[in-house]
Structure formats: C-alpha cells, structure tokens
C-alpha cells in the first residue's frame, strides 16, 4: 500500500514541475533570470519548480508560491556525489526558501563518510522538510525509500558509471520503481516532448519534471546549431 505523501506532494500529483537551471557559464544563470523563468512556467500551469543554489532559490521564492524543490549542486573533490551532498548544503536551500530537498541517493560513496539514512533523518528533523531522492537504479531507489526518503526521482539514470550505457529518460526504472516502492516515484530526466511526459504519467509518474526541453536554452541553440556546422552551407 502506498504511504501517504507528504503535503507539499500532494499538489503535485500527476502534474509537471519545471526544473529552471542554466550553466554557470551562461548569461541565464542570474537569479533574476532564474526567478523569471520560473513564474513564466507556473503562468502557463507548472505545479513546482527546481531550482539550484541558494540565491537562485532566493530569488523564486519572491516570485512563486507554488512548491519549490531546492537542491545545491557542489562539486566536493574525491566525490561524484554532487546534488546537494551534505547536511549544511541542505541547510542552505531550507532557509532561501525550499519547500522539498533534492539530494543525490545514489550509492555512490558521500562526502564525509555520512550515511544517507542519516542525512534524511537530519533534513527532517533539523528542516521539517521532505526528501527527493535522487537515484540511478532500482537498487538505489529501494535503499532511498528504507533511508526514509518521501519521494524518488530518475533524475541520474544514464549519469553515473553504472548507468552509462544507458539513455534517459528512466521509463523502464520508473515502471519498476512504481511496482516495488511505497512512496511516490518522479520522472526526471531526458524528458524531451510532451508525449514522452504522457508516457511517464501512463507508467505511473506520480509526478514529471521537465528541465532541458522547457528552459535549456543554451542546449537547444547548440544542438541546432550543430546542424549548420556540420557541413558547409551553399553559397548564395
């Protein structure tokens, strides 16, 4: 039977949240542009957010109400570990105004030598906030669920060693996932049209974040304009 899920969830059952993130690089990756991005996506309907460091929170928080799923990605050397990895990382998007972290649950060795268990026991009882756990394999999906997490993601399927030769989005995970956990199973990741989103629903997404396809701008220019260096174009 599936547990009850935590409030915040509840508004996002069967519909889409917007992951608003840009490359450190781009000219995007300002918190006004962040935050504008995102209250152009819930205008036009989106439940939730996910959205990046602090100060990007920060800045969203002033502009929505819906549901904002922070997360912090930071690079710790030694690790591969990077989705929020630590306690205090955690403690950082809580107070810019998350309302659910994202942490990355896979089994990858964590920074510090912390158990994942203890740093979702930490961010509910220290933050009173729920848990996205975000995994590769139904194997970390199962160990997510038992550490306590209140929901699980695909988002790392295809991003880690043992999913490299894998492509998302996670379809197949997300069916198994859906089959054998407890708590509400997300689609994340590679979730490149409106039709592959209805397939994740149909599977059993309890709820589908669509991040590249949506707000990946500088992607989308790239990939198009791959076309037209790829070969010569006729001379007028």
């Known amino acids: 039977m599936l547990q009850p899920p935590a409030p915040v ?17 781009s000219p995007l990756h300002e918190p006004y542009v962040i935050a504008a991005i995102a209250q152009a996506a819930t205008n036009q309907g989106a439940a939730g957010v996910r959205i990046d460091t602090p100060a990007h929170i920060q800045a969203v928080r002033q502009r929505v109400s819906v549901p904002i799923i ?10 591969e570990v990077y989705i929020t990895p630590q306690i205090h990382h955690a403690q950082a998007i809580a107070t810019a105004g998350a309302d ?8 990858r060795p964590r920074p510090g030598g912390e158990a994942l268990p203890e740093l979702i026991a930490q961010i509910h009882s220290e933050l009173g906030l729920p848990v996205m756990a975000d995994v590769d394999t139904l194997e970390a999906a199962i160990a997510a669920e038992a550490a306590g997490a209140d929901c699980i993601g695909t988002t790392l399927y295809g991003y880690t060693a043992e999913t490299a030769n894998q492509s998302p989005p996670g379809l197949d995970l997300l069916a198994q996932m859906v089959q054998q956990l407890k708590v509400p199973a997300i689609c ?10 209805q397939e994740a629903l149909e599977r059993g997404a309890y709820a589908v974040v669509v991040g590249t396809d949506i707000t990946g701008i500088d992607l989308k220019v790239k990939a198009y304009q791959s076309v037209f260096t790829a070969k010569s174009l006729p001379a007028a």
């Not at 969830?9 to 690089?25: F, N, R, W």
């Not at 922070?70 to 690790?79: D, N, R």
């Not at 659910?100 to 089994?107: C, K, Q, R, Y």
């Open 100 to 107: 659910m972290i994202a942490i990355d649950a896979t089994a």
């Open 188 to 197: 994340e990741g590679g979730i490149a049209s409106p039709a592959i989103a």
């Open 9 to 25: 969830l509840q508004s996002l059952k069967q519909k889409l949240v917007v992951s608003c993130q840009a490359p450190i690089d």
């Open 70 to 79: 922070g997360l912090w990605k930071q690079v710790v050397p030694g690790f």
